[in-house]
């Protein structure tokens, strides 16, 4: 997958649990957990939005572009 989820990266940054996360977003564990494990085929704006709230952060802090390597 070339898009990588940074949301560890962020989480760690702000000092917070994904539990923190979850009880100030209102999102769900498992999906928070999906997207901090870089397993997400998707995301949605609003929680995406809640994300961003929550952390004070851009959408662009908790993705990355990385190219695939060809083999």
Not at 14 to 38: P, V, Y
Request: proline letters at 1%.
């Amino acid at each position: 997958m070339a898009i990588r989820v940074k949301l560890a990266v962020v989480l760690t940054e702000k000092q917070m649990m994904l539990k923190e996360l979850e009880e100030k977003t209102g999102i769900a564990m498992n999906n928070l957990s999906i997207l901090k494990t870089d397993k997400a085929k998707a995301i949605r704006f609003s929680t995406l939005s809640a994300i961003c709230k929550v952390l004070k952060c851009q959408p662009g802090d908790l993705f990355e572009y990385v190219e695939e390597e060809e083999e």
